[in-house]
């Protein structure tokens, strides 16, 4: 066993929204372990508290009580501004929609927020490359988001969150707006990435039928998390051993 601590732990959080008089418990005493080279599928029905696990595993909402440890440091004791260099620096974020600037080629929308890690430019476009080139859009550096397929604005948002080779990988229905076959793709890329990079990646889905591309799956209800379990053998996936 090593003793490098897992990339992303969760420790007995609880997240409570405020509601009219009272409170919403969207985490209830969740704790959730991560290692680097792992991927966890989150499942559960709408409402269960997926993306409030997602957005306190991010640093992006305080939870009422418990930790959050990032890489070991505990992300709850910390102060905005260095909570915000803790994200940069550890976290990657990937949601539903790419969110990138119609107005940007593929390897500018990599290399316009990386100047706040301090990297210089020329340096911020060897690595825009090079992430590229990992989600396999090396050839489309130069186009701007309407050159390019939903899936490919899915990998460009993928790059852009590897940027500053983040230790946490935390991603948000990444198939919701794709057909089968580029979502199967983009699960796939995500697999291979989690195991060439060493992260520690969460990622929501509603696609049970992926979920045995991933390491464990555990599910939520009611604020609850249920103890991960492995995903093998969960769902019939014909293709799995496929390179
Ligand atoms: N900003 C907020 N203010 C108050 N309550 C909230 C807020 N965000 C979420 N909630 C409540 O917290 C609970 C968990 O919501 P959350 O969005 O995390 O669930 P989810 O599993 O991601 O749902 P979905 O699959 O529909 O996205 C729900 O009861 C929701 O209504």
Same mark, same amino acid.
């Given at each position: 066993m090593s003793s490098t601590p897992a990339p992303l732990a969760l420790v007995n959080v609880t997240l409570e929204y405020p509601d009219g008089d009272g409170t919403v418990? &969207? %985490? *209830? &005493?969740v704790d959730l372990s991560v290692h680097g080279g792992q991927m966890v599928s989150l499942v559960g029905p709408s409402g269960s508290g997926k993306s409030s696990l997602l957005a306190v595993a991010a640093t992006l909402i305080r939870p009422t009580h418990g930790l959050v440890l990032i890489d070991g440091t *505990? &992300?709850?004791? %910390?102060g905005d501004k260095d909570l915000a260099v803790l994200r940069r620096e550890k976290v990657g974020l990937i949601f539903q929609q790419p969110n990138l600037l119609a107005s940007l080629s593929a390897a500018e929308q990599l290399v316009i927020g990386d100047h706040l890690r301090g990297r210089p430019a020329k340096a911020a476009r060897a690595k825009a490359a090079e992430m590229l080139d990992v989600v396999g859009l090396a050839p489309s550096a130069d186009k701007r988001p309407h050159q390019l397929s939903g899936g490919q604005r899915q990998r460009v948002n993928i790059a852009r969150a590897l940027m500053g080779e983040p230790k946490v990988l935390l991603v948000d229905e990444p198939t919701a707006a794709l057909d089968h076959e580029r979502s199967e793709s983009i699960v796939r890329l995500l697999r291979r990435i989690t195991d060439e990079f060493r992260v520690a990646t969460v990622m929501v889905t509603h696609d049970t039928e992926f979920v045995p591309l991933t390491d464990s799956v555990a599910t939520m209800r009611d604020g609850r998390l249920a103890a991960p379990v492995p995903a093998a053998g969960t769902g019939d996936f014909p293709s799995l051993s496929a390179p």
């Open positions: 418990r &969207a %985490l *209830d &005493a *505990d &992300a709850t004791g %910390l």
